[in-house]
T-cell receptor, first 109, second 117 residues
Framework: QKEVEQDPGPLSVPEGAIVSLNCTYSNSAFQYFMWYRQYSRKGPELLMY????GNKEDGRFTAQVDKSSKYISLFIRDSQPSDSATYLCAMGGSYQLTFGKGTKLSVIP | GAVVSQHPSWVICKSGTSVKIECRSL??????MFWYRQFPKQSLMLMAT?????????EQGVEKDKFLINHASLTLSTLTVTSAHPEDSSFYIC?????????????FGQGTRLTVV
């Protein structure tokens, strides 16, 4: 079993839809949980990170972590065409991160 | 957030030649930088961890003699792909973390697309 599993998609939604992106993991030692957005041919940019189980909200984005289920989610409300990108989850300890494969999202106007 | 600059953003080279990629932290000192490789539709694959003033730590399966890493200062790490071959064509990305002791917020460079012909 891979340490981090993420459905690569692609995922296509209409503008204004709520998007749900998910990752599962197997290493219970992971402490930090991050979401990155990567536009084509660009480096990833950090969207959000959480340290413990629970929810964290930032504008239209909400990150959820369920350590008991080893499951994390990123929700995007009122999705916009500019949200079209690949979203990567990443998690780890205080030093090294392990990345998911990324989910390619397209928001259709 | 912190800014990491990577150069060049793309490069085409002939098979057998060497290519150097630079990664700079612009507004902070990075004692540790990371080099990743990314194939299309694949995850970021950590190649090596670069520590300022010491030898890089390479991940299993990464040839250290082929991918030379130098971290000579707190703001600059370089990756040199030596004797490049077409199979080395890929997207290379560096990242750095601020030495705050807090969460591992990795700040990424823009990436370098290497094409070996």
């Amino acid at each position: 079993q891979k340490e981090v599993e993420q459905d690569p998609g692609p995922l296509s939604v209409p503008e204004g839809a709520i998007v749900s992106l998910n990752c599962t993991y197997s290493n219970s030692a992971f402490q930090y949980f991050m979401w990155y957005r990567q536009y084509s041919r660009k480096g990833p940019e950090l969207l959000m990170y959480t340290y413990s189980s629970g929810n964290k909200e930032d504008g239209r984005f909400t990150a959820q972590v369920d350590k008991s289920s080893k499951y994390i989610s990123l929700f995007i409300r009122d999705s916009q065409p500019s949200d079209s990108a690949t979203y990567l989850c990443a998690m780890g300890g205080s030093y090294q991160l392990t990345f998911g494969k990324g989910t390619k999202l397209s928001v259709i106007p | 957030g912190a800014v990491v600059s990577q150069h060049p953003s793309w490069v085409i080279c002939k098979s057998g030649t060497s290519v150097k990629i630079e990664c700079r932290s612009l507004d902070f000192q990075a004692t540790t930088m990371f080099w990743y490789r990314q194939f299309p539709k694949q995850s970021l694959m950590l190649m090596a961890t670069s520590n300022e003033g010491s030898k890089a730590t390479y991940e299993q399966g990464v040839e250290k003699d082929k991918f030379l890493i130098n971290h000579a200062s707190l703001t600059l790490s370089t990756l040199t792909v030596t004797s490049a071959h077409p199979e080395d064509s890929s997207f290379y990305i560096c990242s750095a973390r601020e030495p705050t002791g807090g969460p591992p917020e990795a700040f990424f460079g823009q990436g370098t697309r290497l094409t070996v012909v």
